[in-house]
């Protein structure tokens, strides 16, 4: 049973250089983090599915965790083999709340790699009772500054300021990433979220700014509008089939991504992947880490596995990818195995012996 594909525009210029995935001897090597919480295992998995369906990936696998002070130099060894291989697959990392803790792993391999377009696919799944129906939209969000630009000071004791940053550049090539992903996918609308009555100058710029992108994309029938984001987030839980591809800033992406797994029927459901010019990294498009599920052995891998066939389609290894989404759509859409998240009572081994049984 096929489904349609989607496709990633390419972020570079045609005038720019194309960094290819490195490949050794007829396969791909691909960095492979698992994350914290339920990462393992479904880890675990994707290695199983991948190889039953003999697709040629070696992973480079490091089990970095953002729970262990010591891990910094296994980040750093992580990010090299990014850096080499050009492609990775990860789970989510868990980030402390308290003051003295280390900043994201999760943001800062974002920014030390320029992978600024960070793409959730939010698609109602035959099989999984929802509370919406019939929903199919895009979530875009820029990844490398907003409210994530990690610049806060306490300039008298009890006093914070956090800065904000948005610039036109990368407003820009955000914009230009979205309309092209409706171009190429044949969306037909693009949404753009901002609070620009309240932050005239910052949400200003970037409404500007991708107005004027939206201007260049008119002749190919792509409407735009705009919401601001709470209203955004009303519609969403009251009309969310009003949308389609939708573009904002970084802390508006978190939350919206968030609703639409909720709305779908779990986080275990939405696949999606960071992209920059030279590198790409896919992972679960809901960033839950899931600690309360660890090593229970009842994490749904399916977020996971969805985001590597979107991978294996980024690798034109189209045929694979057919296999795997297939066999993951008609184990959930049968009923053949089912997690707990979605009304189930398998386990995640259970469930991926299905998924391996339908390729």
């Known amino acids: 049973m096929s489904r349609p594909t989607t496709t990633i525009p390419a972020p570079a210029p045609v005038e720019q250089q194309t960094f290819f995935p490195k490949k050794y001897g007829g396969k791909y090597t691909v960095t492979l983090i698992p994350g914290d919480g339920v990462g393992q295992e479904n880890a675990d998995a994707l290695k199983e599915v991948f190889k039953a369906a003999n697709v040629p990936i070696e992973f480079e696998q490091y089990n970095v965790s953002g729970l262990a002070d010591e891990h910094d130099q296994l980040?750093?060894?992580?990010?090299?083999?990014?850096r080499r291989n050009k492609i990775g697959i990860k789970g989510i990392f868990f980030t402390s709340s308290e003051k003295d803790s280390r900043t994201s792993f999760n943001v800062t391999m974002r920014k030390e790699l320029d992978m600024y377009a960070t793409l959730s696919l939010v698609k109602t799944m035959p099989g999984v009772t929802s509370r919406m129906k019939d929903l199919d939209f895009a979530i875009i969000r820029e990844s490398t500054e907003g409210e994530y630009s990690g610049l806060e000071h306490e300039s008298v004791e009890g006093v914070v300021e956090s800065l904000k940053v948005?610039?036109?550049?990368?407003?820009?090539?955000?914009?230009r990433f979205a309309f092209d992903f409706a171009l190429k996918n044949n969306r037909?609308?693009?949404?753009?979220?901002?609070?620009a009555n309240i932050m005239k100058l910052a949400d200003g710029l970037f409404l500007r700014t991708c107005r004027e992108v939206a201007k260049e994309y008119e002749h190919h029938g792509i409407q735009y509008n705009d919401l601001i984001v709470d209203n955004t987030c009303m519609q969403l839980v009251s009309r969310p089939q009003q949308f389609d591809v939708m573009v904002m800033p970084n802390l508006y992406g978190s939350?919206?991504?968030?609703?639409?797994?909720g709305l779908i029927g779990s986080p275990g459901l939405v696949p999606g992947c960071n992209i920059g010019r030279e590198f790409a990294m896919f992972e679960p498009g809901c960033h839950q880490v899931g600690l309360e599920l660890q090593d229970k052995g009842i994490a749904n891998p399916t977020a996971l596995l969805l985001s590597s066939v979107m991978?294996?389609?980024h690798l034109n290894l189209n045929d694979h990818a057919d296999?795997?989404?297939n066999a993951v759509f008609k184990t959930i859409e049968n009923g053949q195995a089912k997690t707990p998240d979605i009304g189930g009572k398998n386990t995640t081994k259970?469930?991926?012996d299905v998924v391996i049984s339908n390729l």
């Open 188 to 195: 037909k609308k693009v949404t753009i979220i901002h609070k």
């Open 166 to 175: 948005i610039t036109k550049e990368k407003t820009e090539r955000i914009a």
């Open 350 to 352: 259970e469930f991926t």
């Open 311 to 313: 991978m294996l389609r």
């Open 255 to 261: 939350i919206v991504s968030n609703i639409g797994a």
């Open 75 to 82: 980040f750093q060894e992580a990010l090299a083999s990014l």
């Open 323 to 325: 296999s795997i989404s």
